[in-house]
Structures are given as structure tokens and as C-alpha cells.
């Protein structure tokens, strides 16, 4: 990337981030693979974007669409190896709560963990004043040996793990008893993914009346209010419209050569230069049943938690594959669009099925396949060469498929997509993530936007 482009970018109404592909040979995806990026390469990649967390200049963190915390590799992290500069954790606002970060899916086991606190966080100019982030002294995330120093979440704030631990320590209402009920330490949830936190504000509703209507109004203003003052760094932005669009939109560089192609962008605001909304496909979002109280004109409203997007049907090679056996029918068909995953991530009995119809586990390089989701009606395939990677280092004959197996989504436990679609699947598409209003509690016209 050449100096002048790797500068951030201010327009009137929003502002345009470089994103910058980390590399590094050996490590361990998410996903418990060896990594690749495409053809020819057998590097694990990671998108990251600088920012400047009090006095610690510009280190970059990956940016993540699948989680929504901003955290740091401190120098109390003892076992971290690293060539960078370690947030100093003596120099941040501790608030004492202790944090548990939790990634990926039962195969995955990725976790960080630390202290919650506050200092000033900046990017592309923009300074969020007393921002709480994670302070992180244990962590097997590879975004270290990536030549990364953390990860910044791009996630709803209902699913950061950092706010529901704050948000838990101040907000504690009287018990059925009269008495004050004791918050309990946010930690991975046992349901659904083994690991993934999945977030639950139902047990702070009186035990008495769950659905009593003054407790959960009471629980979902001081959700609200608590947003732009303890929410993670982008729904700040967006609940003090700071932003002049509440949207993020990313486009990923590839790593073979691409003349004209996506060079990494993270567009904060508004959508890049010459994409109009007119070129995108609209995709609406899973919404969640929560123990929050909907507006008087929706009191059923759902919420989002994830950018979980629904899908019409999946093809391989332009047929179209079979529906997972392993779910329930009743679970509507939905993907995660996660920056943070490198690999696409599906369903155990679809993988294999597309084991079986590439020929085996290992297939011919020469041969392109290309996986397709089909959303809102409009076919996205992902590229031939972002669909597989070689499957011996240095020996280009010899292929194998960006996809693996993940956990089953079972119904009303837990998030409920059976896809996770990464890297292979982002470098194709322009996305766009559009919050809508937060301020309204519920999902109002929070969407994702892509085109190819």
C-alpha cells in the first residue's frame, strides 16, 4: 500500500479507513485449520485497522463483524510473545469487572480475558472519550503472532460481553423478596455454540413476573441509556450521531493479484466513493426474543444481536445443495457475516455433502469450484480462488475447500445461524452493516447491505 493510500480519509459525512492484511505462516485458525487466503498462499490473514487507545500509538486490531468488544493485549499478559508495544494496563481506569471473551464454536476454544476499563480511543481523528475496552492479560488468540494488538468488535451492543458485565455490576433490581438481586459474572454461554457467549438480561427481570411490564420498561431505559456512555466503541458513535449514517461498510484487499479489485476499506458513515444504495441487495437480520420491553406501538418487538442474515439457498458449482439434516426445518436458513473468520463455516452433513461432490477432501487445483449463497433473491458466489487453498505448502496440484463444519443451531437455544461466512465469502461482496435506529430499543431498520 503506498503512503498516500494508507492514510484515512475524511469525506463531509463519513470517513474511509484502510484496512491492512496481517500474515503470518503456521498459525491455528479459528476453525483449528491451517490458514490460507486463496491460491498460491498458505498464509493465515487478518483484517486490521489502526487505532490509538490512550498513549499506546496506532497499533493495529483486526476488525471483527462477528463480535462487538474492543479489546488490548496488556503487559500483564505474562505468556503473550510479542514484538509489539503491550497496553500498558496501569495506565487505563480499571472498573474491576472482570471479562471473559469467548470466539468461535465448540471446535474452536479461542478466548481472551481481562479487566474492563476506560481510556480515550482514537481512529481516522475521531476520539471516543472514555471508551471501556478489555485490558487482556490471557489470551490463544493468534492476533499476536498476526502483528495485531487486540480485536475491535463492529457487533450490536446487546452481544458485547464487556457491556452486559458493566451493565450487570450497575443495574440491579429489587429481587420479588424486596431484595437487591447479586449480578452474575458474564461467561460463555453452555447453549448452543459450547463457547460462545450468548447474552440473556432475563434474570434480571423479577422471578415473581418475568413479563411484568414496569420492570422490563424499567430494565430496557436503562439499557438505552447506558449505550452511549458504557456501549462498545461503534454504537457510541452511532447513539450520539456522531455518524452521519449509522452504517459501516468493508470491502476486503485479496491476496493474489487483482487489478481493479477490493483494496480494504472500512468506511465509517456513509458508503465508499461511487457506491450508491441502489447497487446493493437488501438482506433483513435475525431478530431475538429479549427480556427488553418494545416500544408502545411494537410491545412485541425482537432484537438484533449478531449481523446474522438470512439465506435463500446455497449452490455449489451452480447446483443447488440440500438442506441440513442436522437442525431443525423450523430454524429459518441464516449466515453470520464475520470478518473475524477466516474460513466459511457450515453446517457438518453440507460440508461433507460438498466433500463428496468436489471429489474427495483434496481435489485438482485446475478444476475452479465456486460455493454460492443466494440472499433476498440475488445469487453471491464466491470466487474460485478464494474458495480454496492448496492443500500441500509450495505444491500447487493438490486443492482443498475454505470450509469447515461447525455447531448445529438448535431451536430457541442460543444464536440460531448455521453458516459463517468469512473471508473467502467477504473479499467477493461490498458490505455494508447498518445499524438503524438503537435508540428505539428494538430492530427498526437495522440491516446488511451487500453487492457483488
Not at 503491550?86 to 472498573?95: E, G, K, M, N, Y
Request: proline share 6%; glycine share 10%.
Amino acid at each position: 500500500t503506498s503512503e498516500s493510500s494508507s492514510l484515512p480519509k475524511r469525506t463531509e459525512n463519513g470517513l474511509h479507513l484502510p484496512l491492512f492484511r496481517r500474515e503470518s505462516r503456521g498459525l491455528q485458525r479459528r476453525a483449528g485449520l491451517t490458514g490460507a487466503a486463496g491460491l498460491g498462499d498458505f498464509i493465515d490473514v487478518t483484517y486490521s485497522v489502526l487505532v490509538t487507545v490512550g498513549g499506546t500509538a496506532a497499533p493495529l486490531v483486526l476488525a471483527d463483524t462477528g463480535s462487538s468488544d474492543l479489546w488490548m493485549v496488556s503487559d500483564a499478559c505474562t505468556s503473550c510473545k510479542a514484538t509489539l508495544p503491550l497496553f500498558p494496563q496501569s495506565s487505563f481506569a480499571s472498573s474491576g469487572v472482570p471479562v471473559d471473551l469467548t470466539y468461535g464454536d465448540s471446535l474452536t476454544g479461542t478466548f481472551a480475558s481481562g479487566i474492563a476499563g476506560t481510556d480515550n480511543v482514537t481512529f481516522a481523528g475521531v476520539r471516543i472519550h472514555n471508551q471501556y475496552f478489555g485490558a487482556i492479560n490471557a489470551t490463544n488468540t493468534n492476533v499476536i503472532e498476526s502483528g495485531c494488538a487486540g480485536i475491535l468488535g463492529l457487533g450490536f451492543a446487546l452481544n458485547s460481553v464487556i457491556w452486559n458485565a458493566l451493565f450487570r455490576a450497575q443495574f440491579t433490581p429489587p429481587s420479588s423478596s424486596g431484595r437487591r438481586s447479586v449480578p452474575r459474572r458474564i461467561s460463555p454461554s453452555a447453549s448452543n455454540y459450547g463457547i460462545r457467549f450468548f447474552p440473556d438480561l432475563n434474570d434480571l427481570l423479577p422471578k415473581s413476573n418475568r413479563r411484568a411490564t414496569a420492570a422490563s420498561e424499567a430494565l430496557t431505559n436503562a439499557v438505552l441509556q447506558s449505550f452511549p456512555t458504557h456501549g462498545p466503541a461503534l454504537t457510541r458513535l452511532v447513539t450520539t450521531q456522531s455518524l452521519a449514517a449509522p452504517m459501516v461498510t468493508i470491502t476486503l484487499q485479496r491476496n493474489t493479484l487483482d487489478i481493479g479489485g477490493n483494496q480494504g476499506v472500512l468506511s465509517l458513515g456513509e458508503l465508499p466513493e461511487g457506491v450508491s444504495s441502489s447497487d446493493l441487495t437488501w438482506a433483513p437480520i435475525r431478530a431475538y426474543p429479549s427480556a427488553l420491553q418494545g416500544p408502545a406501538d411494537s410491545p412485541n418487538e425482537q432484537y438484533p444481536l449478531a449481523w446474522e442474515l438470512f439465506l435463500d439457498d446455497v449452490f455449489l458449482d451452480g447446483v443447488r445443495l440440500p438442506r441440513s439434516n442436522l437442525s431443525s426445518p423450523s430454524i429459518a436458513l441464516s449466515a453470520l457475516i464475520d470478518t473475524g473468520n477466516s474460513l466459511l463455516r457450515g453446517p457438518a452433513d453440507i460440508v461433507s455433502a460438498i466433500s463428496a461432490r468436489l471429489g474427495g477432501s483434496k481435489f485438482a487445483c485446475s478444476t475452479p469450484h465456486t460455493l454460492a449463497f443466494s440472499i433476498n433473491g440475488k445469487l453471491f458466489p464466491v470466487d474460485p480462488r478464494d474458495f480454496v487453498t492448496q492443500a500441500v505448502d509450495g505444491q500447487v496440484q493438490d486443492c482443498v475447500a475454505n470450509v469447515v463444519q461447525t455447531d448445529t443451531p438448535q431451536v430457541g437455544n442460543g444464536y440460531q445461524y448455521s453458516w459463517s461466512l468469512g473471508d473467502p465469502f467477504i473479499k467477493g461482496v461490498l458490505a455494508s452493516f447498518y445499524y438503524g435506529n438503537l435508540t428505539l430499543g428494538g430492530r427498526g431498520d437495522a440491516e446488511v447491505d451487500v453487492m457483488w
